[in-house]
């Protein structure tokens, strides 16, 4: 783990990108921005554990964030799978707490580390702050009634379907794409054991899907949509 006060060229892009940006001028985007540090880290790295008492709230700049809960026999949950751009924990912003699950780096990650306590004045100082934050907190909110909606009205083959529908690239009446990470991650992004997400894309053979490592193309966007 490394921590820098300096925001590089890719760091400053991504971060005005996030939703926690949106809606800033120049001088409160610079307020916010000064409350953060760069944090760099190796794979599997451990940010906080569940319980811990919360300084930062953090956004992706690069790389992958994994939130987890456990239940302290040694099995875990996947809460989430945050990707860049994305931020994370920024409700404690409003109550002295604790963190309420876990975050790990899948992989090489760079992420913004905004200091909790440096920023609770800038939402009276600067109130369009306290409202991109809390934009950014409505759409967690809906992202997670869509999964939990998901996981009970949906089957595997439907979730995988549903994700590649989303993020593939229409050439007509084909599509495709390419994961961009392993289809473990995929996994644990839609709440699937991994014999599960394999047992999901051979029943989407018959949809047309053909999968090769991280490609993946569909023949017939239509007949995927109909599933």
């Known amino acids: 783990m490394e921590r820098t006060p300096t925001f590089g060229g890719h760091e400053m892009t991504m971060l ?11 001088n409160e985007a610079a307020a916010l921005r000064a409350c ?26 690069s790389g992958y964030i994994r939130l987890y809960r456990s239940n302290g026999d040694n099995r875990f949950a996947d809460i989430r799978i945050c990707e860049p751009g994305d931020s994370f924990a920024e409700c404690l ?12 780096a899948v992989d090489d990650s760079v992420l913004a580390c905004f200091d909790i306590a440096r920023v609770r004045p800038l939402l009276d100082e600067r109130p369009r702050i306290g409202k991109a934050i809390m934009r950014s907190l409505s759409l967690h909110l809906i992202s997670t009634m869509e999964c939990l909606a ?7 083959p439907q979730r995988v379907a549903h994700y590649l529908l989303t993020h593939c690239t229409e050439n007509g009446a084909a599509a495709s794409l390419r994961l961009p990470f392993p289809k473990g991650l995929l996994a644990r992004k839609l709440g699937l054991a991994p014999e ?13 899907v053909t999968v090769r490592g991280r490609a993946i193309a569909i023949s017939n966007v239509d007949v995927l949509r109909q599933l």
């Not at 912003?93 to 790990?104: D, S, V």
């Not at 599960?196 to 047309?208: E, N, P």
């Open 93 to 104: 912003i409003h109550a002295e707490a604790i963190y309420p699950y876990g975050a790990q």
């Open 196 to 208: 599960a997400l394999s047992r999901a894309f051979s029943t989407l053979k018959t949809a047309g």
């Open 16 to 26: 005005a990108g996030a939703d926690i940006m949106t809606g800033l001028d120049q």
């Open 150 to 156: 998901g996981d009970r009205m949906q089957t595997a």
């Open 36 to 61: 953060a540090t760069v944090r760099l880290c190796d794979p599997h790295e451990i940010l906080f554990e569940e319980g811990e008492r919360a300084a930062y709230f953090y956004c992706v700049l």
